[in-house]
């Protein structure tokens, strides 16, 4: 089994969108404003795995929420709300068949400082080839299988920025999380005390219950929660992204590969000849 293309595919992730955010979210995927280079010529070959069903990506998360009865912080500070990017470098796609073109311009900084920039060469559906419409399939199997299909807002492939890629955003959902158990008298309430903050002024604090060594005590609460701190706990904490990188890296490469002039994608326990 030879795998089509030895470079890396990236899988990129951004975590900390909150509700304030949004809006602008939503004008990026809905009308192509924001800071990319968009092509309007080539923006009718997008793809919407999810698309955007309400008014604005604001009202659709609210909606979502609403529906499913999630419970979450209401708080300028929540963060509601994330973001991933599939895709490679233009090496990588150009395996799959796809043709490139010079756009005019020059990359301002990095390593390719000074030389042209090249962008996807589509003037029609046949212009996009097989190979590449199921890697990104696969790219979508693997978020729905990490996030849930329930729990993905929107999820597009741009074939009219400089590289082709899939965006997609996502709820960090869970269905249990860790809280602090606080004292209660015989009724049931909740037992506070008085606490003196730096001004002097005293405050009703809720008393947390701990354990023989004085450690708080914590429970596990099951239900459906937006909660991102623990949705990222659970795969792993500060060495998920690495993880994940490598999972996905796996998961490109044993679905897609190529054997002899055949190429061949494996689609939920299907195998997929391109010839």
Not at 8 to 32: C, H, M, P, S, W
């Amino acid at each position: 089994m030879d795998n089509i293309y030895d470079g890396k595919q990236v899988l990129r992730f951004a975590t900390k969108y909150k509700a304030k955010d949004l809006f602008n979210i939503g004008q990026e995927l809905t009308k192509r404003k924001g800071t990319g280079n968009y092509d309007s010529k080539r923006t009718e070959f997008n793809v919407n795995y999810v698309p955007m069903k309400e008014r604005n990506l604001y009202q659709q998360v609210k909606k979502i929420l609403k529906e499913r009865d999630i419970e979450y912080l209401k708080k300028d500070s929540t963060n509601i709300l994330n973001g991933v990017v599939f895709t490679s470098g233009n090496e990588f796609f150009q395996s799959l068949g796809m043709k490139f073109k010079d756009s005019g311009r020059t990359y301002k900084t990095g390593n390719k400082k000074g030389q042209s920039v090249f962008v996807p060469d589509i003037n029609s559906k046949e212009d996009i080839p097989l190979e590449v419409t199921y890697y990104f399939d696969s790219c979508m199997e693997f978020l729905i299988d990490l996030v849930g299909k329930e729990n993905i807002v929107m999820a597009q492939v741009h074939y009219d920025e400089d590289t082709p890629h899939l965006q997609a955003y996502f709820l960090p959902i869970v269905n249990e999380v860790k809280r602090k158990v606080y004292k209660k008298d015989n009724e049931g309430n909740t037992i506070k005390e008085e606490v003196k903050d730096n001004n002097g002024n005293v405050k009703l604090i809720p008393i947390l219950q701990r354990d023989n060594n004085g450690k708080i005590i914590y429970e596990n609460i099951k239900g459906k929660f937006l909660n991102n701190d623990q949705f990222w706990k659970d795969l792993g904490g500060k060495n998920s992204f690495a993880k994940l990188q490598d999972k996905f890296n796996v998961n490109v490469n044993t679905k897609m590969y190529k054997k002899g002039n055949l190429f061949m994608y494996k689609k939920r326990n299907e195998i997929v000849h391109l010839i």
